[in-house]
């Protein structure tokens, strides 16, 4: 029997109340998340990300990026705390990176693995940074990172939580090593496969967005219009889940949460501007005011 499809909406997300860190908390109490990507063709990818974290409600944000951005990267956005990474030729993350990754995953509270980077090599190289040490932080699985995890579904199970991958159609078929024609022709089908294979939650994005447990549970937003579909929107929702998984949401409420509030972000700008055109920094600055209003 099929499992039935849960309606993924503010009465659901009601009875899985984020954590409140208290009016007395500081930013230590609101958790530490780790972004590591981006590149030197995409500089600017892993600031949205970083931002999103912020906006989720994370107390500090650190990001580690190729080191030809990283100074940039500090100076447009003085709130995060900027770590450069040895950089190839091409300008992706050097696969010699765990060295300087290594300290930084020690003291996070989520990791943030891949957006804004183009070599699944160096997504595999990150990932492997995090899976082959002891490290407990929530892990959200983005871009070339998600691209590399084939050949590292076993480790990733072995996870004492599970990760939380967010494909669009096209990262999703390379984690199935399938067609995306076979991806669209059932999506459901789809998204619950990868979250077994993985003992991953699964967002599959689209216009409807699917999100799957590894016990097969599926949950469906339908709100999400056309223009999320731009440059930058899944950077967004990354920081999203990992700015709330910092706070302390589990994994599965977090990325519950995150869906919900990026795709209802896109409706409030595509009322306010227009349903296409609309900027993924743009989605930022609503997440705050959606999460007080459920």
């Known amino acids: 029997m099929t499992a039935k499809t849960i309606p993924l909406d503010s009465t659901l997300l009601r009875a899985r109340s984020l954590p409140d860190p208290g009016e007395h908390a500081d930013k230590n109490a609101r958790g530490r998340v780790l972004v590591v990507g981006g590149s030197r063709t995409v500089p600017g990818g892993v600031r949205l990300t970083a931002e999103a974290a912020f906006r989720a409600g994370a107390g500090k944000v650190q990001v580690a990026t190729v080191e030809g951005a990283a100074l940039l990267l500090g100076v447009a956005v003085p709130e995060i705390a900027v770590f450069a990474l040895p950089e190839t030729e091409a300008g992706e993350i050097a696969q010699d990176c765990a060295a300087a990754l290594v300290p930084l995953l020690a003291r996070c509270d989520a ?16 990932v492997d940074a995090l899976l082959d ?6 892990l959200v699985i983005d871009a070339a990172s998600l691209i590399a995890l084939p050949s590292r579904a076993g480790k990733l199970r072995a996870r004492g939580s599970p990760a939380i991958l967010t494909p669009h159609i096209g990262e999703m078929a390379a984690l199935l090593d399938c067609d995306a024609d076979e991806i669209e022709t059932d999506r459901p089908a789809s998204v619950r496969r990868a979250a077994e ?40 929702l990354a920081g999203i889940v990992a700015g709330l998984a910092a706070r302390g949401a589990a994994p599965l409420e977090a990325t ?14 595509a009322e306010q501007l227009g349903p296409l055109g609309f900027l993924a920094s743009e989605l930022l600055a609503h997440v705050p005011g959606l999460m007080r209003g459920v």
């Open 111 to 126: 990791a943030i693995l891949g957006p804004a980077m183009g070599c699944s090599h160096a997504g595999g190289a990150v």
């Open 256 to 269: 519950l949460w995150a869906v919900w509030l990026h795709g209802e972000a896109g409706r409030r700008c």
């Open 133 to 138: 040490r002891q490290c407990d932080a929530a």
């Open 197 to 236: 294979r993985y003992g991953a939650i699964v967002v599959l994005k689209g216009s409807t967005s699917l999100v799957a447990t590894p016990a097969g549970e599926l949950f469906a937003y339908a709100g999400g219009g056309v223009g999320l579909a731009t440059g930058g929107s899944g950077d967004v």
